[in-house]
């Protein structure tokens, strides 16, 4: 199928680029281990108060080193002219967008999920949370890279967006945030995050299906600035 | 088989208001199978912004493009065009080869593999060189090769000699001519006086 090619295309030559530019990928990565392995050192020998506050530290790490990174998503292909061809495909621009926001996924999201466990069990997180440590990062990154789209699109025709991108995305950001860090605590202790988990699908259903189409619109109105 | 058919490219009224300025008002134009259109006038007259609007980029401020009797945009328009504009739309980290892989993805198959395209634009030997190892003037013309190996009829150009040497605009001009000979057709703008021999040429003047 040929869109289906346009999308693999897509996510392929992000993926190359990635690998390309390595910094790229590791500036948030390390952004994530810094601002965790800081906390102990800041907070001083209370492994108690470390261990309760300990979803909330990674969770608002990883929507941080996110928001880092969303910048770099659209900002080469609007300087370059990439985005001008992508635009002017004849296959449509939202599955073209869903390419490069998964391929921005796989770079920024995924390396977070690999190195989560390990800052986990230096926060001293119990063993019964990590498990749904990971499935909240597996389900909530995807939507923070999914939301964060539609900001940068927005924002991308602007010389200095940063600051409106962040206003514009951190808001959108906080039920993720709320249910993924809940979940996890409630882990902790024992109690069942059913409900959490359902809502962090359904949000990142919702967002799958409802995000490329107002990416796709906001990049041809950035365009044409 | 597309050679027989005849396409047209359609602009009426069309109008453009640039921060409280006319750039151009109440033009109109019409492009067949084998015409070229040039634009011309001087900087800042709005020859980029009559190309944007006939992408579809922008929207006119008065009137219409179509395609075929149809307004743009329309899918089939965006299958029947390709675009070569300022920025060249190539990826400096990636190598040629690469590049028109993405390009090829991005549209349909045209009449000339890859292969064939570098050959024509004279960049055999370089399918795995990265472009940032790649002269202006070979950029460019790895942008035109663009429109060698994807399906198009019609090629919207802006300023396409940039950057070419003498022999790069020659080599250019001919597959221009090729172009409208096969049942192509282009709108393009340029300060160099175009040479196309046996084309018919029709040129606009933006004041």
């Not at chain 1, 800041?42 to 941080?64: D, F, M, N, R, Y």
């Not at chain 1, 940063?162 to 039920?175: A, D, H, K, Q």
Request: overall charge negative; charged content about 15%.
């Amino acid at each position: 199928m040929a869109m289906f090619d346009a999308f693999t295309a897509i996510v392929r030559r992000d993926l190359v680029l990635a690998m390309r530019r390595r910094s790229e990928i590791a500036n948030p990565v390390l952004f994530f281990i810094l601002v965790i392995t800081l906390f102990p050192l800041g907070i001083g020998a209370q492994p108690k108060l470390l261990q309760a506050i300990a979803p909330g530290i990674i969770w608002v790490s990883a929507l941080l080193a996110t928001m880092l990174s969303l910048d770099s998503l659209f900002r080469s292909d609007f300087d370059d002219g990439s985005l001008e061809q992508i635009l002017l495909s004849p296959y449509p621009t939202s599955i073209l967008v869903l390419g490069k926001i998964t391929a921005h996924w796989l770079t920024t999201g995924l390396p977070l999920l690999i190195v989560a466990p390990l800052l986990a069990v230096f926060l001293g997180m119990p063993n019964e949370s990590l498990s749904i440590l990971l499935i909240t990062l597996l389900l909530g990154t995807p939507i923070l890279s999914l939301i964060g789209a539609v900001g940068v699109a927005l924002t991308v025709g602007l010389r200095r967006g940063g600051m409106i991108l962040s206003l514009l995305v951190l808001p959108l950001y906080v039920p993720v945030l709320i249910f993924a860090s809940n979940a996890v605590e409630m882990a902790s202790t024992g109690l069942p995050v059913t409900a959490q988990i359902n809502i962090l699908i359904s949000m990142l259903l919702m967002a799958l299906v409802l995000a490329p189409w107002p990416t796709a619109a906001a990049l041809k109105m950035s365009i044409n600035s | 088989m597309q050679s027989n058919l005849t396409h047209q490219l359609q602009g009426e009224n069309l109008s453009c208001i640039r921060d409280d300025r006319e750039l151009f008002a109440n033009l109109c134009f019409a492009v067949h199978t084998g015409q070229v259109l040039l634009l011309e006038g001087k900087n800042g007259s709005g020859k980029t912004s009559l190309l944007r609007i006939i992408c579809g980029f922008r929207e006119p401020d008065t009137g219409a493009v179509s395609w075929c009797g149809e307004e743009i945009p329309q899918s089939q328009y965006y299958s029947d065009m390709a675009y070569v504009g300022h920025l060249d739309g190539i990826k400096k980290e990636l190598t040629v080869n690469e590049n028109l892989r993405l390009s090829l993805a991005l549209g349909q198959p045209g009449k000339l593999t890859i292969q064939q395209a570098l050959g024509k634009v004279q960049l055999v030997g370089y399918d795995d060189t990265l472009i940032q190892a790649l002269s202006a003037g070979q950029k460019r013309r790895l942008s035109l090769a663009r429109l060698l190996i994807t399906h198009n009829i019609l090629w919207i150009l802006d300023e396409p000699f940039t950057s070419l040497d003498k022999q790069g605009i020659v080599l250019v001009e001919e597959l221009m001519a090729e172009h409208c000979a096969n049942g192509g057709m282009m709108v393009m703008t340029s300060h160099h006086d175009v040479n196309l021999q046996g084309v018919d040429v029709q040129s606009i003047r933006l004041s």
